[in-house]
C-alpha cells in the first residue's frame, strides 16, 4: 500500500509514493499459494474497475475518454503537481530546471 505523505481535503492535493518497482510477478515468488491467490483476485478486481470507469466516462463523453497518456500529457501532468502543489498548496518558489520539461 503506497504510504500518504500529506494531503488537503480543500485543495484536494495528496502526495503519495507510488507502488513500487516490484511486478506483481516478481512478488508471487516470494509470497504462499494463498497469498497468490489473494493478490491475484486484488489485482483482476482493479482491472475491472478501471475497465468499468472506462466505460463509464465513454458513455458521458468525459474529457478522459478522449486523452491519450502519452508524453504531452506526463509532462501536463507533472507541470501541473509542481505549480499546484508547490505554488498554491506549499507557498514555496521553485527554480527552473532544465529537465522539468516545458508547460504545455
Known sequence: MP??????????????????????????????EDDRETLLEQAIEIIARIQAATTSAIERDSIVSRLAFDEAKLMWELNFFFDHYFGSYRKETLTPRADRGTKS
Not at 7 to 20: F, H, M, N, P, W
Open 3 to 32: 504510504k500518504v505523505y500529506d494531503a488537503s481535503g480543500e485543495t484536494g492535493i495528496i502526495v503519495q509514493e507510488d507502488l513500487g518497482n516490484r511486478q506483481l510477478a516478481q512478488v508471487f515468488e516470494e509470497v504462499s
